[in-house]
């Protein structure tokens, strides 16, 4: 099949990059690019700027096994690689009878193994190999598969190419991409670059119909494959570059709270929060800690604290717990635990204002409150059961924090002028 590359995947298969990564919105080419023309070029020993080893093992990879037959092995593979470059009995079925392949055994020796992210870490350890090409964003402990990933690269010097619209978020790939390793090189598959008028292959009107259906809020995702809204979240406006910021000493004058959100299994988490002049927000320290006694918790706001004064510290649950944290030495009052008001209010503080600035900035150095903040979500519905309409009690913790400071002081007439603890 003849393969017209548009103007982002034409520098993706030029790069010699060791990980290189396609970020595209949906229909821009982005799978099209890199499981066809990519990795069967390679694999054939074609490719016009990778050298192929000799028996080389190459792993191709989709979410499940559903979408390796129907997309990575029907759509694409088959496409692009010719049958009679296959082995006779060269295929290896990991289910017959709907067309999905296990292995693929080439007449020049090389061979590409299908592997399904839904099948966990486990199945990716203990073998070298000397490429690495996925679709789509790994539903299932990505980290853990990403690492396995790099380590079956290291005997045979191999490398990755992966393609992907970035809709789920995932605090390790974004922090990953914006502090860009010299090993990695990243492109992004604009879908407008693939219109007809353009010099690509999907209508004009079919393109701006799909475009009209997708939220305004997830638009930079699916039609230019950035790091954006992510498919649920609840603040749809946080965005790392508007939001998160290099750590400053607090000014003295600004006012300083602190908030509370009781754990023992799940974490303990404390934020400490300042507000300026202007009415903006700044979580500038957390404690973020599971499995520890009330002591420790206590000992460590006091290290954390120093000889700050707050103006007020929010604390979850009953009076029985802030009762004995009084007792440690830590006075605090009772959250406002409305969370749909509490919501509103933080996203009123992430809106953008007239100067360009969000109201609500976070240190980088709250790793925990920069990571569960965009990953905070919707809770979904199923066939036979609706949404509850209200987050997912999921890596929430910091969330809540934050949600309790800046509620708690902008809820007019909830705490007296004269409380401070």
């Known amino acids: 099949m003849s393969y017209g590359p548009l103007p982002a995947l034409k520098e993706f298969h030029k790069s010699q990059a060791k990980y290189r990564w396609l970020f595209g919105g949906n229909r821009s080419g982005k799978s099209e690019g890199n499981i066809g023309f990519d990795l069967c070029s390679f694999a054939l020993g074609v490719h016009p700027y990778r050298r192929t080893p000799k028996n080389a093992t190459i792993w191709a990879a989709a979410n499940s096994w559903p979408l390796v037959g129907k997309l990575l092995w029907s759509e694409k593979i088959k496409t692009y690689l010719p049958i009679s470059q296959i082995q006779s009995n060269g295929i290896s079925w990991h289910n017959k009878q709907d067309e999905i392949p296990a292995e693929l055994r080439l007449v020049n020796g090389n061979r590409i193994e299908f592997k399904a992210y839904e099948q966990g870490r486990k199945v990716f350890e203990g073998r ?3 490429a690495f090409y996925g679709d789509e964003q790994c539903k299932s402990d990505s980290e853990g598969i990403w690492t396995e990933i790099q380590a079956r690269l290291m005997d045979k010097n191999g490398f990755v190419a992966q393609s ?3 809709i789920i978020h995932q605090n390790w790939l974004q ?11 990243v492109f992004y598959a604009d879908l407008n670059d693939n219109r007809k008028s353009r010099g690509g292959y999907v209508d004009d009107k079919e393109i701006d119909l799909m475009i009209a259906e997708w939220p305004e809020d997830v638009q930079a995702t699916r039609v230019k494959g950035h790091f954006a809204a992510f498919l649920g979240a609840v603040y749809k406006t946080f965005s790392r570059d508007a939001h998160v910021i290099k750590p400053f000493k607090i000014p003295a004058d600004w006012t300083r709270y602190r908030s509370i959100d009781w754990g023992f299994n799940n974490p303990f988490v404390c934020l400490w929060l300042a507000r300026d002049a202007d009415r903006r927000w700044y979580v500038y320290a957390e404690h973020y800690r599971a499995r520890e006694t009330l002591a420790y918790h206590a000992e460590r706001i006091k290290q954390i604290s120093s000889r700050e004064k707050y103006r007020v510290t929010w604390a979850d649950h009953d009076a029985q717990e802030r009762h004995e944290f009084d007792k440690l030495g830590i006075s605090s009052m009772p959250a406002k635990k409305d969370i749909h008001l509490g919501i509103e209010a933080v996203q009123a503080a992430l809106k953008v204002q007239g100067d360009g600035k969000p109201r609500l900035f976070i240190f980088k150095n709250c790793v925990n409150t920069c990571r569960e903040v965009p990953g905070y979500k919707w809770a979904e519905g199923t066939e036979t059961k609706d949404a509850k309409d209200e987050p997912l009690k999921v890596n929430d913790h910091a969330c809540d924090c934050v949600r309790y400071g800046i509620y708690g002081v902008e809820h007019k007439g909830y ?7």
Do not use: C, K, V
Request: aromatic share 4%; charged share 40%; no cysteine.
């Open 415 to 421: 705490f007296s002028e004269n409380d401070l603890s």
């Open 164 to 166: 992907m619209t970035p």
């Open 128 to 130: 070298a190999i000397d």
């Open 175 to 185: 922090e990953r991409i914006e502090g860009l390793p010299d090993t990695d090189r």
